[in-house]
């Protein structure tokens, strides 16, 4: 499956930006999908995910403030991002998981395929 993310930009702090990952390839319906970010410096982390039922699992540090979502007609993961801070600056990348299953839906290294990423900036 090829993911393609998009949205990302430059926004003020407390403002928000909603970013899309388009699949193609194969319908990703049944699998997980998530979103994980790369600051300058730092390591890839998590940030949410959406199971097919759309069950999901958020990073506490993103926790009440970003919303993971999927239209699995349009084959597209969204993550709308509000109240954004400085912190938030990094590389977003989605990635989907071939299988339904929510084991370790939180590890990276579970996921199969990734995406290229979007850049978000946030100024203070």
């Known amino acids: 499956v090829q993911l393609q993310a998009s949205g990302g930009g430059l926004v003020q702090a407390g403002g928000s930006l909603r970013l899309s990952c388009a699949a193609s390839g194969r319908t990703v319906s049944n699998y997980v999908m998530a979103w994980s970010r790369q600051a300058p410096g730092k390591e890839r982390e998590f940030v949410a995910a959406v199971s097919w039922g759309g069950r999901t699992n958020y990073a506490d540090s993103v926790y009440g403030r970003f919303t993971i979502s999927r239209d699995n007609a349009k084959n597209t993961v969204y993550l709308q991002m509000n109240s954004l801070n400085p912190g938030d600056t990094a590389v977003y990348y989605c990635?989907?998981?071939?299988?339904?299953?929510?084991?370790?839906?939180?590890?990276?290294?579970?996921?199969?395929?990734w995406g290229q990423g979007t850049l978000v900036t946030v100024s203070s």
């Open positions: 990635a989907a998981r071939i299988t339904s299953s929510t084991w370790r839906w939180a590890d990276l290294q579970e996921y199969d395929s």
